[in-house]
């Protein structure tokens, strides 16, 4: 900014502060001014249902008891806090506020002499059905090929993007029959994160949590209407919108010989502008064994639910199903080739720099896609030399690392398999209640009250799927046993993401009275529009800081920036979305289940 033009800015507002500060210095004792309110109560800023557990942590206080108060600041509910066992990550004891007695439907705010005013919050049935819906309804937001129209993207309407009718194989994905320049039609899919390519490791965990969410609540999920263009053509909307990307994923099948190209994509990522603004060549690149099992699983767990459509969607379970086999068939052929984007571009031009989701370790894809081929078939030559359980870990799924993919599969069709159900699924059905057990395990100690407050170890690069994910596998457990435990805290983990953290961010745009304003997406940062795309889940907390943007804290849970250059901690991207829209419609689906609060450990 010129000099001189910001001395007067700043003397003009130096006048305008003394003089909103003389006329409004009583006026403001009652009530916190906008910026700082909540700022040290840390609560779920959407809200509660009636009858389940509900709490909020409040930072920095020496009083005792809380109040929940209405809008206009009549009390309705007074509590005693408690100071939490365990300190933060920062090494501070927090105050626990526990309204879970209190069950009358309305918009609140909680009240702490000392420490103000939290965010305003609601209780009411079905209080989260909004955020549930945004965060399928963001995967509309991220078409590829196809304008947004106004009718049903509102505001954040924009022209077709990459219509990608005239993509070109790669020399590194060349073949006698597809030699390098041969010009392929790959439409429809989603843009993957804050970019404009789509990766076949990313869509399939997440095309396949959108499917496994249909597939574990379909009385729920049928009743979900999202406003996109497929809606009323009956078929349940998460399926129309999973459907965009499957039918996109089918195109990037080499029809010759099986094998899966592991993206489409730019040679370099676009600059921050509006997709059809976007014009560089398009490019799938070398096949890898990753992208081809995470394919096959994909289209296995499509075909059995889509094989309900006959009529709406003839002939695609076929298809599907189909495609699943040669998939298979191509990988158990090349076990191991490894997508090296480094090696890549030493032999093959043009250089791609785009993301790489390299992955050097395909044992839990052998697995998924086994498990997946294996209930939609009851083939059990899918689990010729497959370990099922290689080793003792459990990890949260994510791109790169999916066999609890395939143990949730087989968990919840175990009753179908019959005489075809592997004879390590009692060991895996028991060692997916002792990582459950080992999650919650301690959560009721932390300063936050969560699992995701356990340790230091789940702040890093997309820290809040983690959290969602945590969220997952403990309605997979509940689903496995009923012990209401696992609900109560997967809860806990939605109330985390909500605003219960350590920055008091509701990491979800759009939803909340604090969040983010400035995600690492290029159509949010270029529209023209204030508001991002409502529904997208940012990455979160993240102290590693690998885009070079310092957050105002190293502390793990809040090393958190709203900044658009900094993707390391607020980018979005489709398999963040996944976790979170299934937790949340999971949750909508179980709330008459969340009536018994957890039991203390």
């Not at 041969?182 to 949590?209: E, F, H, L, M, P």
Request: with cysteine; glycine share 6%; proline share 6%.
């Amino acid at each position: 900014m010129n000099s001189k033009y910001f001395l007067n800015y700043k003397s003009t507002c130096v006048l305008l502060v003394l003089l909103i500060q003389t006329v409004f210095a009583n006026s403001c004792v009652a009530f916190q001014a906008p910026g700082k309110e909540g700022d040290s109560i840390r609560i779920n800023q959407v809200g509660f249902y009636p009858n389940a557990p509900k709490k909020a942590i409040i930072l920095n206080t020496k009083d005792t008891i809380f109040y929940i108060e209405t809008i206009q600041k009549k009390q309705v509910f007074k509590g005693v806090l408690n100071v939490s066992t365990k300190p933060s990550f920062a090494g501070v004891l927090t105050s626990i506020a526990d309204f879970t007695n209190f069950h009358t439907p309305g918009k609140y705010i909680l009240h702490v002499a000392d420490a103000g005013y939290s965010h305003p919050f609601e209780i009411k049935k079905a209080v989260h059905k909004d955020v549930a819906d945004a965060a399928i309804k963001a995967y509309y937001f991220m078409r590829a090929s196809i304008p947004l129209k106004e009718k049903y993207a509102g505001k954040w309407s924009r022209a077709e993007g990459h219509p990608d009718i005239a993509v070109l194989v790669h020399s590194s994905a060349a073949t006698d029959k597809r030699p390098a320049g041969t010009i392929i039609s790959a439409q429809r899919g989603w843009y993957d994160a804050g970019d404009y390519n789509k990766y076949i490791v990313n869509s399939g965990i997440s095309t396949s949590t959108l499917l496994s969410l249909y597939e574990d609540f379909p009385i729920y999920m049928k009743t979900v209407k999202l406003n996109i263009p497929e809606s009323g053509n009956g078929v349940p909307d998460v399926l129309n919108e999973a459907l965009w990307n499957l039918r996109w994923m089918l195109t990037m099948q080499d029809p010759n010989d099986g094998g899966v190209y592991n993206k489409l994509t730019n040679a370099a990522f676009d600059k921050f502008e509006m997709p059809d603004q976007s014009t560089s060549p398009r490019y799938v690149v070398e096949k890898g064994t990753a992208a081809t099992l995470d394919f096959a699983a994909v289209m296995a767990q499509a075909s059995r639910i889509f094989s309900n459509y006959p009529k709406e969607l003839p002939g695609l379970a076929d298809s599907c199903l189909k495609q699943a086999k040669t998939a298979w068939a191509w990988a158990v052929t090349h076990p191991d080739s490894v997508y090296n984007q480094d090696a890549m571009n030493k032999k093959y031009s043009p250089l791609i720099t785009t993301g790489g989701y390299g992955d050097w370790n395909f044992k839990d894809e052998f697995i998924w896609a086994a498990s997946e081929l294996l209930v939609t078939t009851h083939d059990t030559i899918y689990l010729k030399n497959i370990n099922l359980i290689p080793d003792k870990s459990m990890p949260v799924p994510t791109w790169n690392q999916v066999k609890l993919l395939g143990y949730y599969t087989l968990i919840k069709n175990s009753n179908t398999l019959g005489v075809s159900a592997p004879k390590e699924l009692p060991e895996i059905e028991r060692r997916m209640l002792a990582f459950a057990d080992d999650l919650i395990n301690g959560a009721g100690e932390t300063a936050y009250q969560t699992v995701m407050d356990k340790s230091r170890r789940s702040f890093g690069w997309g820290s809040n799927s983690a959290a969602a994910n945590q969220g997952v596998a403990l309605i997979q457990a509940w689903k496995l046993s009923n012990n209401p435990e696992y609900l109560t805290y997967a809860l806990s983990n939605l109330d985390y993401i909500l605003g219960r953290n350590g920055t008091g961010y509701s990491f979800v745009t759009g939803y909340g009275s604090k969040t983010p304003m400035h995600p690492h997406h290029r159509p949010s940062a270029s529209d023209g529009v204030i508001d991002p795309i409502p529904g997208m889940l940012v990455g979160g907390p993240n102290p590693g800081m690998q885009d070079g943007i310092k957050v105002p804290s190293i502390v793990p849970d809040e090393a958190y920036i709203d900044d658009e250059r900094a993707y390391a901690a607020n980018e979005i991207a489709i398999n963040w979305n996944a976790p979170l829209a299934y937790l949340a419609n999971a949750l909508e689906a179980l709330q008459n289940e969340l009536n018994i609060p957890a039991k203390k450990k």
